[in-house]
Structures are given as C-alpha cells and as structure tokens.
Nanobody
Framework: QVQLVESGGGLVQPGGSLRLSCAAS????????IAWFRQAPGKEREGISCYISSGLDRFYLDSVKGRFTMSLDSAENTVYLHMNSLQPEDTARYYC????????????????????WGKGTLVTVSS
C-alpha cells in the first residue's frame, strides 16, 4: 500500500530554515518521482518542485528557486525539502505526492499522474 507522510513543519521566524520530510512506504523513492506542493490559506494549491533520483529534478516555483533544495535518503526511503530564508509568504500546508516516474519539464503538467498524496505538514513563518 502506497503511503506518504510529511513531517517537519512548524513555526519559524522570517529568515529561518526548516527541513520537511516525505516518508514513503509501499514503493521505493528511487523508482518514482516525488513532487512537492503547497497551499496557503484561501489560495489555490501551487506546485513547488519534483525530485527524481536520476538527478533530473526540477523546481517550478520561481519564488523558491535558490532558497529550497531537495535530497534523498534511500535508507529511510524519504525525500527532504530543505527550505531556507523563509518568508511569511511561504506560510502554507506543504504536501508531497507521487505516482509517476518522471518530473515533467512543463510546469503545467505538475499534477499529472500523481495518484498518491500525503496529508501535509503546516509551515508558519511569522515573527
């Protein structure tokens, strides 16, 4: 059974950092792409990035480029989203998702084929 569990969210001051985890079970994160999304209160969900172990991962959201990175712990079957220089506008519930084995080059297809989603972890950036 495929399952994704996000963790690592919390309250952080502007300029701070957090590391979010997406722990996978029922499949290997070495074989499938892991996509990250977020949804702020009252706003639509937006795609952030997509990680694939082949190295062809992508960041789609311009506002996080240069601040967010991703990594993989194969032993833990977990993908991480490292978030630095956090700002209040980064406040949102963050989700990971999977279901395909590639990261699309076109951001319009970010949600294509993502059949499995976690429940999210809340990130609040505030002083």
């Amino acid at each position: 059974q495929v399952q994704l569990v996000e963790s690592g969210g919390g309250l952080v001051q502007p300029g701070g950092s957090l590391r979010l985890s997406c722990a996978a079970s029922g499949f290997s994160v070495n074989d499938y792409a892991i996509a990250w999304f977020r949804q702020a209160p009252g706003k639509e969900r937006e795609g952030i990035s997509c990680y694939i172990s082949s190295g062809l991962d992508r960041f789609y959201l311009d506002s996080v480029k240069g601040r967010f990175t991703m990594s993989l712990d194969s032993a833990e079957n977990t993908v991480y989203l490292h978030m630095n220089s956090l700002q209040p506008e980064d406040t949102a519930r963050y989700y990971c998702a999977t279901g395909r084995y590639y990261c699309p080059a076109d951001a319009r297809y970010q949600e294509y084929g993502l059949d499995y989603w976690g429940k999210g972890t809340l990130v609040t950036v505030s002083s």
